[in-house]
């Protein structure tokens, strides 16, 4: 079992970058696959990127293909989103969520409450 917080995120001007964090605040995040997910306002969850409990394997949407980096520090119990070249359209709550035993984390896996992320143009 782990227990998932994110920080990181705020407001920041389009062009520019952020990098969110999560941390596991119980349990041991090197265990799990772990992934980034947003969503927007009126809009649905949707998946960003992933990375293996080892931290190869990264994946990532088309949407922050180039733009992002999905990468871990075991050591630190963290994993992390690299952004950079926002645009408006990146606007959304970001949500860190690992699981022990699939690829990809459902719903019923471990998820954090999530981080703002606001892109003005």
């Known amino acids: 079992q782990v227990q998932l917080v994110e920080s990181g995120g705020g407001l920041v001007q389009a062009g520019g970058s952020l990098r969110l964090s999560c941390t596991a605040s119980?349990?041991?995040?090197?265990?799990?696959?772990a992934a980034w997910f947003r969503q927007a306002p009126g809009k649905a969850r949707e998946f960003v990127a992933s990375?293996?409990?080892?931290?190869?394997?990264?994946s990532y949407a088309d949407s922050v293909k180039g733009r992002s980096t999905i990468f871990r520090d075991n050591a630190k119990n963290t994993m992390y989103l690299q952004m950079n070249s926002l645009k408006p359209e990146d606007t959304a709550v970001y949500y860190c969520?690992?699981?022990?035993?699939?690829?990809?984390?459902?719903?019923?896996?471990?998820w954090g409450q999530g981080t703002q992320v606001t892109v003005s143009s």
């Open positions: 969520a690992a699981s022990e035993r699939r690829v990809m984390p459902r719903a019923d896996d471990y």
């Open positions: 119980r349990g041991t995040l090197r265990d799990y696959a």
């Open positions: 990375i293996s409990g080892a931290g190869d394997s990264p």
